[in-house]
């Protein structure tokens, strides 16, 4: 047996095992007795796994494994897969915002979830989570994580589509943030749950681009979405900024491990320098002023990140 087919049959195993132990722990999955005879006993064909057990059990995660270990780039079905995943942390709940029924209603759209319940107003029942209380934030951001260091990097990437999930998880924080009367100072939890999986700040940096200048292009984007992801922007490039000149001075204070991830940012951030990133800059800028009717305070907030982060450029790595 080659190599890649015993590694292959290894992490089939290991999937198998993940789902029996799913199994093993709910009541009731409503699979026939010989079905998980098969499991406890046997190794279950890949496809077999896929059709007759992650799929009917709604095993989102176990189905994108399955889809990375057979190298499938099935990319309707993955994004449906990791809008289900999404989904399945913060549906169903209940609200008193308009704005966030509408969002979950488009998020949910296109998911296998669309059947769970977004409740509006406290006469909802007590038993669905409130959006507004951020209950789903930690665990989404886990989970997103944890899936996301077993799909990426791995050879088939396309099993973590990083712009649908930069995307959600963006619109997830921009309605948060909304009910909470617009919080600025809000931690940019979606591009640091990237990085967490390992996702380099170059492509990071580029995905968040590509979000602004596909609103940009499309003119169907409120001026206050064009505003966040500018925001969003500017805050990518600082957490970029502050790894890359930890390495860039040679602190005595940081260990191997944080080294090496502030050298590659360092490296990445003057490869991006040397191929036009301070342009890009100017042009997040001038997309900027075009902003007419939103928060003046906001606007100028981000434009001083924009304008600090070019001199901080221009005094350490020129």
């Known amino acids: 047996m080659h190599n890649a087919q015993f590694q292959e049959q290894l992490d089939v195993a290991t999937i198998q095992k993940r789902v029996l132990t799913t199994i093993s722990q709910s009541q009731d999955t409503g699979l026939e007795q010989a079905k998980i005879d098969a499991l406890k006993f046997t190794l279950v064909n890949i496809s077999d796994l896929y059709n007759d057990y992650a799929c009917p059990l709604n095993l989102f995660d176990v189905c994108l494994l399955i ?35 509408n969002f979950l209603t488009r998020l949910k759209q296109g998911s296998l979830l669309e059947e769970e319940a977004i409740a509006f107003g406290y006469e909802a029942a007590n038993d669905l989570q409130m959006f507004e209380t951020g209950e789903w934030l930690h665990r989404l951001r886990n989970r997103v994580t944890s899936l996301g260091k077993e799909l990426f990097g791995k050879g088939a990437d396309y099993t973590f589509p990083m712009d649908l999930i930069v995307r959600e ?18 931690q940019p939890w979606p591009a640091q749950t990237m990085l967490d999986v390992g996702v380099p700040f170059f492509m990071l940096h580029d995905s968040y681009s590509l979000q602004m200048n596909e609103n940009i292009a499309t003119g169907g984007v409120d001026i206050t ?28 204070m940081i260990g191997s491990d944080n080294l090496g991830y502030s050298r590659s940012a360092s490296n990445e951030l003057t490869r991006a320098i040397n191929t036009g990133l301070l342009n890009r800059i100017e042009i997040y800028k001038s997309a900027l002023e075009d902003l007419v ?9 981000v434009e001083e990140r924009f304008s600090n982060f070019e001199e901080t450029i221009k005094n350490e790595f020129f």
């Open 67 to 101: 889809l990375e270990t057979c190298r499938r780039n099935d990319l309707d079905t993955i994004n449906v897969l990791w809008k289900s995943i999404i989904c399945e942390e913060v549906l169903p709940c209940q609200t008193n915002s308009y704005s966030v029924v």
């Open 169 to 186: 998880l963006e619109g997830l924080r921009q309605t948060f943030d909304e009910t909470r009367e617009g919080d600025h100072l809000s």
């Open 225 to 252: 979405t064009r505003l966040h992801w500018l925001a969003s922007i500017s805050e990518v490039l600082e957490l970029w900024l502050s790894a890359a000149i930890t390495s860039h001075g040679n602190s005595p």
């Open 293 to 301: 009717g939103c928060d003046a305070s906001y606007v100028a907030l």
